[in-house]
């Protein structure tokens, strides 16, 4: 039987870290203002920065990257009735709650994601259904990708295949949005800048509150016009707060301090994966870790599934996720230790 420990390596989600003393010290000192009149300092200062990352004209700070998501959307696909085409993998498809349909009345078309996160630009087109076409179906407006890929593994998608996705947005007069809830670890992982990854979308979405470790928010980049746009949406769905600078400040100390220790998350990764692929009765697709995300198959026992082995490895102090019957996802993050990943994979061993 396994024993119990009190050592906890929380591996559940890079969402999961705990703002740094550095992070604190600035939410402390933060100088605010308020945000919905336009006037928090701290807030335009992550604002004007991350706009910068990216190559875009304006950003804004949102409370998640649901919102972030949502708003873009509906910015996009301005009418009620239209279409946005995205994987059938995508987290804006699959955990947010069906908001593109639910409060904006757009309509989601989906198409395949490869393993490899990407969706084949052949059937994106095929998906396209243009104003003057068969009146039965919906217009489509939009085209959203995801950088990088969680459901998929973490896996990157290429400035190239963005740049041809870009390309066809454009011969279709659609929008291109990209939810980069982790475009850092895309940059990192590719070696090429943010705003080169983006540069053919017209929006994108970017959480600080996972890979780079802020407490809390994102924040949606995109032309003038679209954020003007976009600052209306917030305020409707109750995303409009006051002295926002609070989180913004940690936000930037994430910016200044984590985006270069996610190189050191991605190489723990790349070394608990090929670990746990060592022993004999786990799998993991080592090629597909790129970044900091890694999905385990274990046995396909009908008394002792995925969930059983989260509780027997939280027995260990070990929390993970199951993500499948016989599959565990794992996320590494910038609080996770060499010595972490040494007990986690002792743990595994000691289980299969």
Not at 157 to 180: C, N, T
Request: charged share 25%.
């Amino acid at each position: 039987m396994l024993t119990s420990t009190r050592r906890t390596v929380d591996l559940r989600s890079d969402t999961v870290t705990k703002p740094t003393e550095s992070m604190r010290s600035a939410m402390a000192n933060a100088e605010v203002d308020d945000d919905v009149l336009g006037n928090d300092p701290t807030a335009v200062r992550l604002e004007k920065e991350v706009a910068e990352i990216a190559g875009k004209e304006a950003a804004m700070f949102v409370p998640s990257g649901t919102m972030g998501n949502l708003i873009s959307v509906l910015v996009h696909c301005d009418e009620r009735g239209s279409e946005v085409i995205l994987g059938d993998d995508s987290h804006i498809h699959i955990y947010e709650n069906g908001g593109v349909s639910s409060l904006g009345g757009v309509h989601p078309r989906t198409v395949k994601n490869e393993e490899d996160g990407t969706m084949e630009i052949s059937s994106i087109e095929a998906a396209v259904r243009i104003p003057k076409g068969d009146l039965h179906h919906p217009v489509t407006k939009l085209i959203c990708l995801e950088n990088t890929q969680a459901n998929c593994g973490g896996r990157c998608l290429p400035v190239e295949y963005i740049d041809k996705v870009g390309e066809l947005a454009k011969k279709h007069d659609l929008k291109l949005h990209i939810d980069g809830a982790r475009i850092f670890n895309a940059s990192v992982a590719l070696g090429v800048p943010v705003k080169r990854i983006v540069q053919a979308a017209d929006s994108v979405s970017i959480c600080l509150s996972k890979g780079i470790g802020a407490p809390v928010g994102s924040v949606i980049v995109g032309s003038k016009s679209f954020i003007t746009k976009a600052r209306w949406l917030r305020k409707t769905l109750g995303g409009g707060m006051r002295q926002i600078g609070v989180l913004c400040a940690a936000a930037l100390v994430a910016l200044h301090e984590n985006v270069a220790k996610l190189d050191d998350d991605h190489k723990k990764a790349k070394i608990l994966a090929e670990g746990l692929n060592r022993i004999e009765r786990v799998r993991v697709n080592v090629t597909a870790v790129e970044t900091n995300i890694i999905y385990i198959d274990i046995p396909e026992d009908p008394k002792f599934g995925a969930e059983d082995a989260c509780k027997s490895l939280e027995a260990l102090g070990v929390l993970v996720i199951p993500q499948a019957k016989f599959r565990i996802r794992i996320v590494l993050h910038h609080q996770i230790s060499d010595s972490d990943v040494e007990y986690v994979l002792s743990c595994f061993e000691k289980m299969f």
